[in-house]
């Protein structure tokens, strides 16, 4: 199904594997959820999913921490500078 979006902004850094993100992940999940000021997060397999609504398919925030990559998607912004600020701060703070 396409997107019905106006806009996408898509943020992906890959690094090398880091057991951190494993042994850490419920502590790293509310650290980013309250950073990027998102409500909800799950622990799924290996990494970390923090969005701003439950239902994942239709959230506007995406964020994914994982094994061996970071990911911020952000639909529907009104400024690219908003999307600049959600990315900063996440990976300032990681």
Wanted: charged share 25%; net charge negative; hydrophobic share 45%.
């Amino acid at each position: 199904m396409p997107s019905t979006a106006a806009n996408e902004f898509i943020c992906a850094i890959d690094y090398r594997a880091h057991a951190k993100v494993m042994d850490h992940r419920g502590e790293w999940a509310e650290m980013l959820s309250t950073i990027m000021g998102l409500d909800h997060f799950m622990i799924v397999r290996n990494g970390i999913h923090v969005v701003d609504k439950v239902e994942d398919k239709e959230s506007l925030i995406r964020t994914v921490l994982g094994f061996k990559r970071l990911s911020i998607s952000v639909r529907d912004v009104a400024r690219p500078e908003d999307f600049q600020q959600l990315t900063s701060a996440a990976t300032r703070n990681c």
